[in-house]
């Protein structure tokens, strides 16, 4: 995704933190200047969390998922990242996508981007409801507009 985005958008930050999947994406976007890439979780803190990951398939490396814990891997929130623009926030985090909203939360204020992210019961994992997301875009003016991929990640825009 990010070496796709990275045809359409001036910049694109990506993170990954399981070190297997991080070593593939910078082998893929190597020559792609406007990628920024970062062995990284994201989250609402900026905290080091624990390395402890869980496999949903064995045939699909993007469908692990961070278990939480104390640990060694540096998570961020995007409003750390203090941009001067943002035009989309793409999240696929295996049920975290929640917590890396609120973590953004300054930077969906201040740019109103279209935000995507994966609408499922993943995030029960980490403590949320599907409907917690949904009611934060709505209390905020966006609409969800459209469902990609199988129908699970939800396009919100700004009205």
Sequence with gaps: WPLALAQSFERVYTFEPYGPNFK???ANCIDA???IALQAALGSTNELVGAVWARNHSDNLG???????????????????????????????????????LGAQDTIAEYRPVVV????????RFGYTQGQARDWFKRRGYKMVSRLSRKDDAVWVPR
């Design 24 to 26: 593939a994406l910078t």
């Design 117 to 124: 992210y994966e609408d499922r019961d993943h995030f029960q």
């Design 63 to 101: 469908a692990q998922y961070f278990c939480a814990g104390k640990g060694g891997v540096p998570q961020f929130s995007i409003d750390q990242l203090m941009l001067d623009r943002c035009d989309l926030i793409y999240l696929d985090l295996e049920g975290k996508d929640f917590d890396a909203i």
């Design 33 to 35: 200047d406007n990628v």
